[in-house]
């Protein structure tokens, strides 16, 4: 709970069903941390609603493109505080 509360931003992995993951992205979210999830774009499932939480899309075929994505919404987050 403390490193959730005491960080900038919080990078959630939401491929796979992690009932963990989800459980600190909900905390995250309570606490009002600014949340960016990401997602293999290859798995077809989204376990829950995201329209409203920053999510990344990836590609293992290229993961260029994701530090890039990454790198731009971390510098956009990090602009607006």
């Known amino acids: 709970y403390k490193s959730i509360e005491q960080s900038e931003f919080v990078i959630a992995e939401t491929t796979q069903n ?6 600190e992205l909900g905390y995250a ?11 293999n774009q290859d798995e077809k499932l989204y376990f829950f ?10 590609s ?11 790198a731009g919404t971390i510098q956009t987050i990090r602009s607006r505080q």
Request: charged fraction near 35%.
């Open 29 to 39: 979210v309570a606490k009002d941390r600014e949340v960016i999830t990401i997602q």
């Open 49 to 58: 609603d995201r329209a409203h939480v920053r999510s990344i899309s990836y």
């Open 18 to 23: 992690n009932k963990n993951a989800f459980y």
């Open 60 to 70: 293992l075929d290229n993961l260029e493109k994701f530090k890039a994505d990454l």
